[in-house]
């Protein structure tokens, strides 16, 4: 323990430290004279030096905080807690020797320095010496010697001398006056490093000095200082007190290049982005944290800090603890609906003074935003710009485009009137059977000019009202549709179907690579063989004008074959109808393809797209657009200009409880091997002279070859569904050899799914079925049309999917009842699957016509010739009518159904027959890169949240 001084050593230690700021003194003037003289950048600005007379004006005492500082720091209770009075670095009044010697041994470790210690040359750069980086006023040199040399607590006369190292900044009278009655136990604060700073001054007791600032005269002081004017005095001393310091921007944060302040140290620690740089020994924050800095900086009295270049505000205003207002405030406008904006800004006062002026304001207590009229938005704009103090940046332009007119003259409805279109130019057929909201789709479409994104939920018949929409346009066809493979049929006889003024000639189904893209007047193209005609793309005569894309979400990756061979023709047609229940599965950068596909202008540039919509972020290896923001604005956008959305519960009582389809699977996908025993077993059903077993054995051995010629197109269908973001649904087989392949591939996928079919036992149907209902997950379920059509509740899917037919309608209409029975909410989808040249062209007519006599007998409601084509397609060539008879003739024998089972049953591809995976193109496989990335999404199933 060491021994207390004695009052000898006292004297020494005072004698030395006074010699020691008396050299200090000296050498400053020196440093002072010698800038003066070669005429250096820090030549004295004579109006910073005067003070003027508004300045000098006391300050009207009932302004919040005016002066408030100064008046707490008089306070004498506060006075003697060291702690709390701000310490000024520029003291030459250190009260103890230990103070001292800490100002001089700390400056050089401190992130900022005590005046002396910094070159003016630095100044600029660091922030370390701001009275040096002033232009000096013009003041006796005398007087700054005096000040050094001068003992005791501060007095004017010696506060005169410092005059040119302070701050320039105008000061308050009595701010001036009541600093000099500050007690001598506050002059002679060390400085103290960044840490220790902030550990002296804690938060709490930061906030002890801002809130509870006394206002006005309470901080002036009676009589005269040190013989001057009091006036005069004040200010002087002001100048001497204060330090000057400077806010600069640097990228998205800002840096305070300022000498050492404990109390200014103390609120950069309680600010939650501050950081420090060794390097530059500065303090850097976010803009988040300038308002509340710039706020607490104005209280503090020896801190003048000068706002961000274009945040303007003198410096002297920073010094006014009653201007909160005036710490920088930055923020965005955001559309909330299609009548209303929200000021998504921190609290200036100035501006919630300027909300208020506004007629449409409306405060949201919830939210705690001001929201307003889209009419005001223009003129809130105008008005805020000039606070300079606030930044609030208006709506993007694109949304200034969308809702111009609401801008102009703010509509109150929440959707836009949309005229009814003039649909007589279109085949009364399609017109007529469209249901009100097709209609209302239809509208929309031409609205907007045939540009459209149309995403109705999946069924509610967006085929029907883009034919439709097309139809409206076809002046300008010849008209490309681009689908994916499995359906391309099915959208040749929705066009059949629907436009019977369009003959079959005028379609042409693109099936190979050396078919021509523009052979027809409605030319129908898969995605993958689009990206493989690159020539013939290249080589139009003539764009398409009108294009049709269906599942348009397949476009959603800009860097895929696909979305780049369909692009340029997007850009360059009139009309671009886009279909998709599912636009976006996971995030909303993926909409961005299919916004730019409709509204090229809307935003050119994905980066301004990602900014405002998918949360971007930049990371050490470039942005992150993964995420999202201000999706609810995103949604009314689209609305207003790009998509129309509706649900099935929108619309369900315009729904008929089940919707069938007939699915048209593609031929062209059954491999010439499969073609080939087909034909085969057709050619052996029309044999002559063959006895009646013969002519069952040969049906079924067609209806067997059928099955295996299937399996590619089913595969594909059902790859096609989970793609477009089918969660849940039953597929429906009868051979072994169909049902082994589905679910062999969705193995493979790892697809979750579950089989039943006769070999699964009572107990574990039950289970299984369990087990499909309450999966939260996509699931498919793989049934035997004869094992699974009845007892079982699927209600928790709403598609169930044929992909075989079977020629007695009784067990396809009960197999359809798994989904559609009682717990079912929703309209339900069936898709039969039809493939040309195969069995399915005898059985579809057939199952028609057996529920058509159903229905007539009043034996059943279903009516199947409203979603089929039949008449159509069945082939009136004799050779197959005789098929068809002897098909018919099988079935209604009794006994026919039994022995038909029982040989599918016993069903075993073999040596006889050719290999499944023979049947399947190579696209099909599992290891094709294709069928690969189709199930790319799933990888994220899991954070799948729908944007919209
Ligand atoms: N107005 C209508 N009149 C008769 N049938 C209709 C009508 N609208 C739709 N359908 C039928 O409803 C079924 C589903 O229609 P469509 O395939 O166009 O739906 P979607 O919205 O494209 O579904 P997904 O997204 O699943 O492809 C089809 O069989 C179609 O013919």
Redesign the pocket.
């Given at each position: 323990m060491s021994l207390p001084l004695t009052e000898e050593q006292r004297k020494k230690i005072e004698e030395n430290r006074q010699k020691a700021l008396a050299r200090r003194a000296e050498k400053l003037l020196a440093e002072q004279h010698q800038r003066a003289g070669v005429g250096s950048s820090f030549a004295a600005q004579p109006a910073q030096s005067k003070q003027s007379s508004s300045q000098n004006v006391p300050r009207d005492p009932s302004k919040p905080g005016s002066h408030g500082v100064i008046f707490k720091q008089q306070n004498p209770s506060t006075s003697s807690n060291g702690d709390r009075r701000p310490y000024n670095s520029h003291s030459c009044h250190p009260s103890t020797p230990e103070q001292a010697k800490g100002t001089w041994k700390r400056q050089e470790e401190m992130p900022t320095a005590c005046p002396s210690h910094s070159p003016p040359s630095q100044t600029t750069l660091t922030g370390i010496s701001p009275p040096l980086a002033q232009s000096p006023p013009q003041v006796p040199s005398q007087q700054l010697l005096g000040c050094e040399l001068g003992q005791g607590p501060p007095q004017a006369s010696q506060e005169t001398k410092w005059t040119p190292f302070a701050n320039t900044t105008p000061k308050p009278l009595a701010k001036a006056r009541s600093f000099q009655k500050t007690p001598a136990p506050f002059s002679g604060q060390p400085p103290r490093d960044p840490e220790l700073g902030a550990n002296m001054m804690s938060p709490s007791t930061l906030r002890q000095h801002i809130p509870d600032i006394p206002c006005g005269s309470g901080s002036m002081a009676p009589g005269t200082e040190g013989g001057l004017p009091q006036k005069l005095g004040a200010s002087l001393h002001k100048a001497v007190s204060s330090q000057n310091g400077v806010c600069v921007r640097n990228g998205d944060r800002f840096q305070v290049k300022i000498g050492y302040n404990a109390e200014l140290i103390a609120v950069f620690k309680s600010l939650p982005s501050r950081s420090y740089d060794p390097a530059t020994k500065t303090w850097n924050f976010s803009m988040t944290d300038y308002s509340t800095l710039m706020k607490a900086a104005q209280r503090l009295p020896k801190v003048t800090l000068q706002p961000l270049e274009g945040a303007e505000g003198s410096v002297a205003q920073t010094h006014l603890p009653s201007a909160p207002s005036l710490g920088f405030v930055k923020g965005r406008c955001v559309l909330i609906s299609r009548a209303r904006f929200e000021a998504d800004i921190g609290y200036s006062e100035d501006l919630i003074a300027l909300f208020k002026q506004m007629d449409s304001r409306n405060y949201d207590v919830q939210t705690k935003k001001w929201n307003f009229l889209l009419e005001e938005h223009s003129k809130l704009i105008e008005r805020v710009r000039c606070l300079p103090q606030v930044r609030l940046d208006p709506l993007p332009t694109t949304l200034l485009l969308a809702f111009a007119s609401q801008l102009e003259q703010t509509s109150l409805r929440p959707a836009a009137d949309i005229p009814e279109a003039d649909l007589s130019g279109v085949d009364p057929k399609l017109v007529s059977?469209?249901?009100p909201f097709?209609r209302a789709g239809v509208n929309f479409a031409v609205a907007k000019g045939g540009r459209l994104l149309l995403a109705?939920d999946?069924?509610?018949?967006?085929?029907?009202q883009a034919i439709c929409v097309a139809a409206f346009y076809r002046k300008e066809w010849p008209l490309l549709v681009v689908v994916p493979s499995s359906v391309r049929f099915t959208w040749e006889q929705?066009f059949l179907q629907w436009l019977p003024s369009l003959s079959p000639d005028h379609i042409n189904v693109v099936v190979t690579g050396k078919d021509h893209l523009t052979a027809g007047l409605v030319n129908i193209v898969s995605f993958d063989l689009l990206s493989k005609l690159e020539k013939q793309l290249k080589q139009l005569k003539s764009p398409f004008k009108v294009v049709i894309i269906d599942e348009s979400h397949f476009l959603k990756n800009s860097k895929t074959a696909r979305c780049r061979a369909a692009t340029p023709l997007l850009k360059v047609a009139n009309r671009v109808i886009l279909?998709s229940?599912t636009p976006a599965m996971s995030r909303p950068a993926e909409l961005y393809t299919q916004i730019l596909a409709v509204k090229p202008t809307f935003f050119p540039q994905f980066h301004a797209f990602g900014l405002r919509y998918c949360d971007a972020k930049r990371m050490p290896w470039g942005w992150d657009y993964s995420g999202s923001s201000n999706l609810g604005e995103l949604k009314l956008l689209l609305e207003e200009a790009v998509m129309l959305r509706r649900l099935k519960s929108d619309v369900l009582s315009q729904l008929p409880a089940k919707?069938?389809?007939?699915v048209v699977v593609a031929p062209g996908r059954i491999n010439a091997k499969a073609r080939a025993s087909l034909d085969a077993a057709a050619k052996e059903m029309t044999t002559k002279n063959k006895t009646k077993q013969q002519q069952k054995e040969a049906l079924i051995l067609f209806f067997n070859r059928t099955a295996e010629a299937k399996i590619p197109c089913v595969i594909e269908y059902i790859l096609d569904l989970l793609e477009?973001g089918r969660e849940k649904f039953l597929v429906f087989a009868h051979h072994k050899v169909v049902l082994d392949a589905i679910t062999k591939e969705l193995e493979r996928k790892h697809v979750q799914h579950i089989r039943i079919d006769g070999a699964t036992s009572s107990a574990d149907r039950e289970a299984l079925c369990q087990q499909f209902q309450l999966s939260e997950r996509h699931a498919v379920a793989v049934l035997s049309i004869t094992a699974a059509n009845m007892g079982l509740t699927f209600s928790s899917a709403d598609l169930v999917v044929f992909a075989e037919l079977f020629w007695n309608p009784g067990v396809l209409i009960q197999a359809e009842d798994r989904v559609h029975r009682i717990g079912q909410s929703r309209s339900v989808?069936i898709h039969y699957l039809v493939a040309r040249g195969t069995a399915d062209d005898y059985l579809w007519p057939l199952i028609q016509e057996k529920i058509k006599i159903l229905s007539e007998a009043g034996l059943s409601e279903t009516k199947f010739s409203?979603?089929t084509e039949a008449t159509d397609y069945l082939y009136k060539d004799p050779k197959q009518q005789k098929i068809y008879d002897l098909f018919q003739k099988s079935f209604e024998e009794d006994g026919s159904d039994m022995e038909l089972l029982e040989a599918v049953e016993s069903f075993d591809p073999g040596s006889g027959s050719q290999d499944t995976e023979d049947t399947l193109d190579e696209s099909t496989l599992t290891g094709s890169p294709l069928k690969k990335r189709r199930f790319e999404f799933f990888d994220n199933w899991d954070s799948f949240t729908s944007p919209l």
């Open positions: 059977n469209l249901l097709q109705d999946m069924g509610l018949g967006k085929t029907i929705a279909l229940g919707q069938r389809k007939m477009s989808g409203e979603m």
